[in-house]
Structures are given as C-alpha cells and as structure tokens.
C-alpha cells in the first residue's frame, strides 16, 4: 500500500503544483489515460519497474527515494497493511473484504501472530501462542484458523508455518477494517501507560504545515517507517513491539 499511496500523491502534486492536467502528464510519460485513471482511483497498481520508467524522472529525489524503499519493503517482508494475498472487489469507492480479511486487518493480533513466526525463540502451537500473546488459547486459535484460511500460514500436525505469502489492503480507499485497526492501536498504545516507563516510549511533535507540502511530507514518514523495518529486521527479537505514527490536523 504505501508505495501506491506515495506514488499517488506525487502525481497529484505534480498535477497541483507543474499546472498539468492528468492527460497532459499521460501525453508526457507515456502512459495510458485509462490506465493512469485506474490507478488514481485505488483500481490498479503500477509495478516498481513501471513507475521507474513513467515516473521517476519527474518524481522529486526525495519522494522517489521513500516510493523506491516502499516497492523494497513490500517484496521482502512484512509490511502486514501492505501485503498480497485473498482478492477484494472494488465498488465504486468502497471495498468489499470477507468476514476473514475483515478481522485480520482490524485486529492487530493477527499481525503480531506473523511477526512471531520471526522470533529466534517461537514455538508455532496454540498454546505456546497464547502464553507469549497473554491472551486465551480460544482467540488465538481462531486468529490462526482466519490465517490459515487465507493462505497466510498452514498447519501441520500441531504447529504452524508461515506460507510468506503478502496480503493487499486497499490504497488510498478509506474501510471500517483499517479504521478500527487504527483504533485499536491507539487502545494498545493507552494500555501500554500502565507498563513500566522503560519497555515502552511516547513523542509528540507540534508543528505548522503547508498543505501543499503533505504529500512530501508523508513520504518522509513512510521512509522512517521503512527504515525502522529494515532495523528490526537485523537480529531475532525476543519481543514483538506495536509501532504507531499518526498525522492529526489540529487547526483548519
């Protein structure tokens, strides 16, 4: 998701800011009016190669150096709200998931189960799950059992493997699914103040923003996030932390 959101909001601020219409950058880049027109509205996803050659020169460095570190993030590991898997159907501007696509992407558990499976000292069955999840073997096992359904792990005798496969939220199209993923982060991130200051951290920076320039600046944001992947990525961690970054308008 994050590399087709990047995209996206360059090209608006290309089309915003250079003075161009959609099918005056078409005639420019080389690519199809539909095509571009199907992607602008969340119904088709350019490919990193593509978006090298129809974009890139256009593209700020900075922007393209986030969009280029989201194509990486999204082929190697998981980025869960950017991965691909079960198929979803485009109405108009809404999405229709299943009850299973639903409840992976709202409920974070689902999340922190994948990430588990990366953890030097994991034992894949439900009930080591749940001791380490501190949370009742009945909702991991139906956790595990939506995973499975959806191709993202399979079973084998009593333990659990992760099949690597990616699954696809929608790009730029508001859902209930990822706005109660959201708010049950921000729920976790209220119970963590009862945690002792040392296993948890919380910033808040106040500042002005020319609208114009959102499109850059959420490009920074989604290259920090990228980098804090590819940190915890280098060793076997003992834990699975919850790492949340949020952009709230406070002034109109």
Not at 235 to 244: A, G, I, M, P
Request: aromatic share 8%; net charge positive; glycine share 2%.
């Amino acid at each position: 998701m994050d590399s087709q959101i990047l995209l996206r909001d360059e090209i608006k601020y290309l089309i915003k800011t250079k003075k161009k219409t959609a099918r005056r950058l078409c005639m420019q880049t080389g690519i199809h009016p539909t095509a571009m027109s199907e992607f602008m509205n969340g119904k088709r996803v350019i490919m990193r190669k593509a978006a090298e050659k129809y974009f890139k020169h256009l593209i700020r460095p900075e922007v393209w150096s986030a969009i280029d570190a989201a194509y990486s993030l999204e082929t190697i590991g998981y980025s869960f709200d950017a991965n691909q898997v079960p198929v979803y159907e485009n109405v108009g501007n809404e999405i229709k998931i299943s009850e299973d696509q639903y409840q992976v992407v709202s409920d974070i558990i689902h999340g922190a189960i994948m990430i588990c499976f990366d953890l030097a000292d994991f034992v894949p069955t439900v009930e080591s799950i749940s001791q380490k999840m501190d949370l009742p073997s009945e909702r991991i096992q139906k956790c595990l059992d939506r995973l499975v359904r959806l191709g993202l792990i399979t079973k084998k005798d009593e333990r659990y493997l992760p099949t690597r496969k990616r699954f696809k939220t929608t790009d730029g199209v508001p859902h209930p699914a990822l706005a109660e993923h959201k708010i049950n982060m921000l729920r976790k991130v209220e119970e963590s103040l009862k945690l002792p200051v040392n296993e948890w951290d919380f910033v808040t920076l106040t500042f002005s923003l020319n609208p114009d320039d959102m499109p850059a600046f959420k490009a920074q944001i989604r290259e920090m996030m990228s980098q804090f992947d590819r940190f915890q990525m280098r060793s076997k961690d003992k834990r699975v932390y919850s790492f949340l970054m949020a952009l709230a308008p406070l002034s109109k």
